[in-house]
C-alpha cells in the first residue's frame, strides 16, 4: 500500500509530535496511572483526537486512513494515549456522527472534538460481555424524559468523561432490537463512577464502572430511534476496529523497534545479539507479521474510506494485529533476556499494554466468529 502525499505529511507531522510530547511520560503514566490533562489538550489541538469528526464539528475532516496513521504512530510509542485517543474518536464520536441530530452534534460533538469535554462509550456489563446483547440497564420513558438504571463496567475514561453513550433496554420483550442508545451527561443527578481499577496495562488510561441510579435523561438525549440502540453499537464497533487494529499495529512495530534497537548493542560471546542468527530469524519472522498486520490494516481503512463493507475485514485486522502485538512483544522481551524483565527498559510496560489488544472491543474469539460467520454465510 502506497501512501498518498497527503497521508505522508500527517505521519511526518504525528511522528514528531511523538517525539516532543511522548517521551518520558509513557512511563510516568504507567506509574501514577493518569494521564495528565495537557497531553489531553496537545492532543485536541493537533486534532489527533478527531482525524474523523467533520470539519464543521471542530475535527480534522480526514478520512479512515489518516485515522490509521494517527493510531498506529501514537501506539507504537504509548498504547495508553493509543487508548485515549480511540475511545473519544471513533467510541464516543461514531454514534454522534452517524445516528445523532444537529442539536445533539453542536452539544456533545462538537466540544468532544475540541478537546472541551471528555466522552465514554458505555455497552459492557457484569453480565453482558461478548454476550453484548444480554443488556440489564434499563431506560423507562416517563413522560419527556427517560429514568435511566443500571451498571456499566470497564468503561475507558469513566472517572473522568463529561458525558457517556449509554445503551440501555427500553423494550425487554423484544431483546436487542428492545435496547436503545442515549447521551447521559456525568453532572446529571445518579450518575456516578466506581474505583478507577487498578489494571495490568494501559495504565494511562482510566477505567471504572458506571453507575445509574435513577437519572433523568431527556427524550432529546436519545440517539437515533428506541430499538436502535444494539445497531448503533455495532456500527461503531465495526468502524472503531480499524482504530483498535491500527493501535495493535503500532504497539507492534514499537515492540520490534525496541528489540532492533537493544539487539545491536548487547554484546555476548563477543559480538551483538543481532549477529546471532536465531535472533536474526526471530526479528525476520516478527517484521514479516508486522508488514502483513499493516497491510490488513491499511486494506480496512482504505476499504471503508470507498463506503465498501468492512464487517470481515475490520475484524481480521483487529484479530490478525492484536495477536501479532502479543506475539512480536513476547518475543521482544525475551531477546532482552533479564533486563526485559525490568521496568528500566519499555518493553516491560509494551508487553503488559499489549495483552489488552486481544481482549477489549472485542476479544479474538469474538473476531473469529464474526469472521466465520462471513466466510461460512
Ligand atoms: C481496560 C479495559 C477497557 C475497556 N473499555 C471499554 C469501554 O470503554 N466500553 C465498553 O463498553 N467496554 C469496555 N471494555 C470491556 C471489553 O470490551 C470486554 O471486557 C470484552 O468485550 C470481553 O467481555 P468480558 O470481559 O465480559 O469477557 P467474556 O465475554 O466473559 O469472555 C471470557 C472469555 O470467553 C470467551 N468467549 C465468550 N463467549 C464466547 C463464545 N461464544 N465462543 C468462544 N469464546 C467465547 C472470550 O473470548 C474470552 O476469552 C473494556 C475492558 C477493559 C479490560
Same mark, same amino acid.
Given at each position: 500500500m502506497l501512501f498518498k502525499k497527503e497521508h505522508i505529511l500527517l505521519q511526518k507531522a504525528v511522528r514528531d509530535f511523538v517525539k516532543k510530547e511522548l517521551d518520558t511520560l509513557p512511563a510516568e503514566m504507567d506509574k501514577t496511572g493518569v494521564m495528565p490533562r495537557e497531553l489531553m489538550d496537545k492532543l485536541a489541538r493537533y486534532k489527533f483526537i478527531s482525524t474523523i469528526v467533520p470539519k464543521e464539528y471542530g475535527g480534522a475532516g480526514a478520512d479512515y486512513v489518516?485515522?490509521?496513521?494517527?493510531?498506529? %504512530? +501514537?501506539?507504537?510509542?504509548?498504547?495508553?494515549?493509543?487508548? /485515549? $485517543?480511540?475511545?473519544?474518536?471513533?467510541? $464516543?464520536?461514531?454514534? +454522534?456522527?452517524? /445516528?445523532?441530530?444537529?442539536? #445533539?452534534? %453542536?452539544?456533545?460533538?462538537?466540544?468532544?472534538?475540541?478537546? *472541551?469535554?471528555?466522552?465514554?462509550?458505555?455497552?459492557? %456489563?457484569?453480565?453482558?460481555?461478548?454476550?453484548?446483547?444480554? #443488556?440489564?440497564? *434499563?431506560?423507562?420513558?416517563?413522560?419527556?424524559?427517560? &429514568?435511566?438504571?443500571?451498571?456499566?463496567? /470497564?468503561?475507558?475514561?469513566?472517572?473522568?468523561?463529561? /458525558?457517556?453513550? $449509554?445503551?440501555?433496554?427500553?423494550?425487554?420483550?423484544?431483546?436487542?432490537?428492545?435496547?436503545?442508545?442515549? &447521551? $447521559? *451527561?456525568?453532572?446529571?443527578?445518579?450518575?456516578?463512577?466506581?474505583?478507577? *481499577?487498578?489494571?495490568?496495562?494501559?495504565?494511562g488510561t482510566e477505567t471504572s464502572d458506571l453507575v445509574f441510579q435513577n437519572v433523568v435523561v431527556p427524550k432529546e438525549n436519545l440517539i437515533g430511534k428506541e430499538g436502535m440502540g444494539f445497531k448503533i453499537a455495532m456500527n461503531t464497533l465495526e468502524a472503531g476496529r480499524i482504530g483498535v487494529a491500527a493501535q495493535a499495529l503500532g504497539v507492534a512495530q514499537g515492540a520490534l523497534d525496541e528489540a532492533i534497537k537493544y539487539t545491536k548493542q548487547r554484546i555476548q560471546f563477543g559480538k551483538p545479539l543481532s549477529k546471532f542468527q536465531n535472533t536474526q530469524f526471530t526479528i525476520a519472522d516478527m517484521e514479516t507479521k508486522v508488514c502483513a498486520a499493516r497491510l490488513l490494516v491499511y486494506d480496512t481503512a482504505e476499504k471503508k474510506d470507498a463506503h465498501m463493507k468492512i464487517e470481515k475485514e475490520g475484524s481480521m485486522a483487529k484479530y490478525y494485529a492484536a495477536e501479532v502485538a502479543n506475539e512480536v512483544a513476547y518475543k521482544a522481551l525475551q531477546l532482552h533476556g533479564g533486563y526485559g524483565y525490568i521496568k528500566d527498559y519499555p518493553i516491560e510496560r509494551m508487553y503488559r499494554d499489549a495483552r489488552i489488544l486481544s481482549i477489549y472491543e472485542g476479544t479474538s474469539q469474538v473476531q473469529q466468529m464474526v469472521i466465520a460467520a462471513s466466510v461460512l454465510r
Open positions: 489518516s485515522y490509521a496513521i494517527v493510531m498506529e %504512530e +501514537i501506539s507504537r510509542k504509548c498504547c495508553s494515549t493509543g487508548t /485515549f $485517543v480511540t475511545a473519544g474518536s471513533s467510541l $464516543v464520536a461514531l454514534p +454522534i456522527m452517524n /445516528f445523532g441530530t444537529d442539536a #445533539q452534534k %453542536e452539544k456533545y460533538l462538537k466540544p468532544l472534538a475540541l478537546g *472541551e469535554q471528555i466522552g465514554a462509550f458505555a455497552l459492557t %456489563e457484569p453480565g453482558a460481555g461478548s454476550d453484548a446483547g444480554a #443488556q440489564q440497564a *434499563e431506560a423507562v420513558l416517563d413522560g419527556d424524559n427517560y &429514568i435511566l438504571n443500571g451498571r456499566k463496567c /470497564f468503561i475507558t475514561n469513566a472517572p473522568i468523561c463529561d /458525558f457517556a453513550i $449509554v445503551i440501555a433496554m427500553t423494550d425487554k420483550s423484544k431483546g436487542v432490537r428492545g435496547t436503545s442508545a442515549f &447521551i $447521559v *451527561e456525568s453532572s446529571w443527578e445518579g450518575f456516578s463512577h466506581g474505583a478507577h *481499577e487498578d489494571k495490568m496495562g494501559i495504565r
